[in-house]
């Protein structure tokens, strides 16, 4: 089967370092997103992983390790506005060709606290 | 400016009856997808479009029913034979895989529609 874990919630202070974890067992693995979702809105993109390492933009950093299915977010500097969800996403490969289908998680609702 | 509408965003309806979900985009975008979400599960896949007069089933089609029948738009009708529909409905839309196979291809996503059936 095809399985994304995340924890359900976390809390942490402004100004400080989280780290949300993503865990998946899929099969083709394409490529991993994260997105930030804030209550009753759209999810928006933060990043993308394809090969082993780290991808940083701004604030935002996100790791991955394909041999280990595992997938990490770093957020800097917390800020009030970061208190959302995020969704891990997974992109899998298709049989007879290429498709843009995403398995998400349950996402992992963050909580900044001044 | 470029982007995904979803109309309306707020919407109710009468147990029994079907309703259509609106989704636009102007992104050029080849590809077009419905998801559902509730609450304590991430988004589940309904249908999704490669390209315009095709369509396949998600993970979660039942009662529900698409058309692609434009490239800028992928209606979601929602029918009287889905059991549990309310919930928040996203429409998203990405350059389709067939194109490229590299670059991010990141998913954009509409406001979203909260549909309540009474």
């Known amino acids: 089967g095809q399985n994304i874990d995340q924890p359900t919630e976390m809390t942490a202070t402004e100004g400080a370092i989280v780290q949300i974890n993503c865990t998946y067992q899929?099969?083709?693995?394409?490529?991993l997103f994260w997105y930030q979702q804030h209550a009753g809105e759209a999810p928006t993109f933060l990043s993308y992983?394809?090969?082993?390492g780290l991808e940083e933009k701004g604030r935002f950093s996100s790791f991955l390790s394909r041999s280990k299915g595992y997938s990490y977010l770093l957020l800097k500097e917390l800020q009030m506005k970061d208190s959302a969800s995020y969704l891990c996403?997974?992109?899998?490969?298709?049989?007879?060709?290429?498709?843009?289908?995403?398995?998400f998680g349950t996402g992992t609702l963050l909580a900044v606290q001044p | 400016d470029g982007g995904i509408t979803q109309s309306p965003k707020y919407l109710f309806r009468k147990e029994g009856q079907n309703v259509t979900l609106s989704c636009e985009q102007n992104?050029?975008?080849?590809?077009m997808y419905w998801y559902r979400q509730d609450p304590g599960q991430g988004l589940r896949l309904i249908y999704y479009?490669?390209?315009?007069?095709?369509?396949q089933k998600g993970d979660i089609a039942e009662g529900y029913s698409v058309s692609r029948e434009k490239k800028e738009s992928f209606p979601l009708t929602v029918t009287s034979a889905q059991k549990n529909p309310t919930a928040f409905y996203l429409c998203?839309?990405?350059?389709?895989?067939?194109?490229?196979?590299?670059?991010?291809?990141?998913?954009?996503f509409g406001p979203g529609t909260r549909l309540t059936v009474l």
């Open positions: 899929t099969s083709g693995f394409n490529g």
């Open positions: 992983n394809v090969l082993d």
């Open positions: 998203a839309s990405s350059i389709s895989a067939r194109r490229t196979s590299g670059a991010y291809n990141e998913q954009f």
């Open positions: 992104l050029n975008h080849d590809a």
């Open positions: 996403a997974v992109r899998t490969r298709g049989y007879g060709g290429a498709t843009n289908k995403l398995i």
């Open positions: 479009s490669q390209i315009v007069n095709d369509f």
